[in-house]
């Protein structure tokens, strides 16, 4: 597992959560969408404390995790979090690790 979050994106979660530093937020697997990875999943994010830590990166003041249930989402995957300058959102890409 390989999860990638430039400046950008830890600014742009500074600013979409709007919530004083330090923060911590929750990548996880969401049944909604098309997905790009996972068939009917999407990436989903929520400021929350950890239970069942799997993955931590701290960046900024904000430490992003994965809990131990959710691992199953980024395995065998590089996952990267940037910001798309024209439409100033979060852009997620995936690589599959061969």
Do not use: C
Not at 7 to 17: I, L, N, R, V, Y
Not at 64 to 93: A, M, P
Request: charged fraction near 25%.
């Amino acid at each position: 597992m390989f999860i990638s979050i430039d400046e950008k994106a830890t600014s742009w979660f500074s600013q979409e959560f709007d919530i004083s530093k330090p923060i911590s937020i929750r990548l996880f697997p969401q049944y909604a969408g098309f997905g790009q990875k996972h068939k009917g999943f999407s990436l989903a994010f929520s400021a929350e404390y950890p239970s069942n830590i799997e993955f931590t990166k701290e960046i900024n003041g904000i430490t992003f995790f994965v809990e131990g249930n959710d691992v199953w989402f980024f395995e065998d995957t590089e996952t990267y979090l940037t910001v798309d300058d024209l439409l100033e959102e979060l852009k997620v890409t995936y690589k599959e690790i061969a």
